[in-house]
């Protein structure tokens, strides 16, 4: 090969991709163009109703503003250091976090146990799953007022039935236990219903062979069911982490809009919604929903990261 060769092949070569990244650029271009008239709806939509609202909270969350909007003037940190030296606010995280570990263990095993027994029900299984499901497409004050007469101390059908005599809703051990039953009966029915989909997603013939070797009932719930539900059963949990930290509906309605006996059922959303909207700082609101917003943020991240390492582990 001459000089002149080796000095025309490398220009040929950046010549080649020059061309190749134009053409990319301009299929990209193409798409943009085509594709951005279909997302651009949604766009304004996201920007209006979630960028600009948590852009506007941000900046309350530096000033003093109340709920009138009138004479707010900037505070800078004085709000975020307010909240993290008020117990109050820890304390209604601390019943947030509670009642998360309460339900979102029991939530994920009592939706897979109905998930398992409605697949392998050979009879009437639609009425097993609508019944499975059915309390979920109720309102969450519907099914709050239903659980706040069936725990009535005097007239509830619970402690009638069970020959109890015991103060669900007004006694500080038993406010939140007494939500969680409620969340549980009412949520359960999405959970078993991302368990029922995934089981019946789960090949037939792996438990055929798995049964030709030997493997018992046992054997094959360990090692080829929950296995196969790994990716659904970490979404479930993620997803009912971040539902069960932003609870507020059912714990209100159950205490008539109160904190509950000795403060026990306050959360953090009611905490945030009482300053904002009962002692009118809505600065400080805003504040203490930043701070909310991120410890949401930070669940939601980490889930993603468990699931990234977790495909490159399986790679």
């Known amino acids: 090969m001459s000089a002149v060769d080796t000095v025309v092949a490398p220009a040929a070569v950046r ?20 594709g951005g ?26 000033t003093d503003s109340n709920i009138s909007g009138t004479d707010a003037s900037f505070v800078g940190f004085d709000n975020y250091r307010e909240a993290f030296e008020d117990p109050l606010m820890w304390d209604t995280l601390g019943h947030s976090a509670y009642f998360t570990l309460l ?12 998930a398992v027994l409605a697949h392998h029900i050979e009879r009437a299984k639609w009425l097993w799953r609508l019944c499975f499901f059915a309390p ?50 009412w949520t359960v029915g999405f959970s078993f219903l991302l368990f029922l989909a995934a089981l019946q997603n789960i090949p037939q013939h792996l438990y055929e062979a798995a049964s ?11 090692h080829i069911t929950l296995p196969m539900l790994r990716n659904i059963t970490g979404l479930v949990v993620t997803l009912q982490v971040l539902a069960s930290l932003q609870v507020f509906d059912q714990v209100v309605v159950m205490q008539d809009f109160g ?3 000795e403060e026990s059922t306050r959360t953090f959303v009611q905490y945030t919604l009482e300053q904002g909207f009962t ?37």
């Open 37 to 62: 008239w279909f997302v651009a709806p949604f766009l304004v939509l996201f920007a209006l109703f979630v960028l600009l609202p948590i852009g506007r909270g941000l900046w309350l969350s530096f």
């Open 212 to 222: 030709l070797d030997g493997a018992n009932a046992w054997h094959r719930m360990v």
């Open 259 to 261: 904190p509950g006996p």
């Open 136 to 185: 979920f497409l109720l309102p969450s004050t519907v099914a709050a007022n239903l659980w706040q007469w069936l725990f009535n101390p005097g007239t509830g059908m619970i402690n009638h039935v069970f020959g109890l005599e015991t103060p669900w809703l007004t006694d500080k051990s038993f406010a939140m236990i007494a939500v969680v039953i409620t969340t549980l009966w």
């Open 103 to 114: 339900v979102v263990p029991c939530i994920v095993v009592l939706a897979f146990l109905l």
């Open 279 to 315: 002692a009118y700082r809505v600065g400080y609101a805003s504040a203490v929903s930043m701070i909310f917003f991120l410890i949401i943020a930070v669940v939601a991240l980490g889930r993603m990261w468990l699931l990234r390492k977790r495909e490159e582990g399986v790679r």
């Open 15 to 34: 010549s080649a991709r020059a061309v190749d990244a134009d053409s990319l650029r301009a299929r990209m271009t193409r798409k943009v163009q085509h």
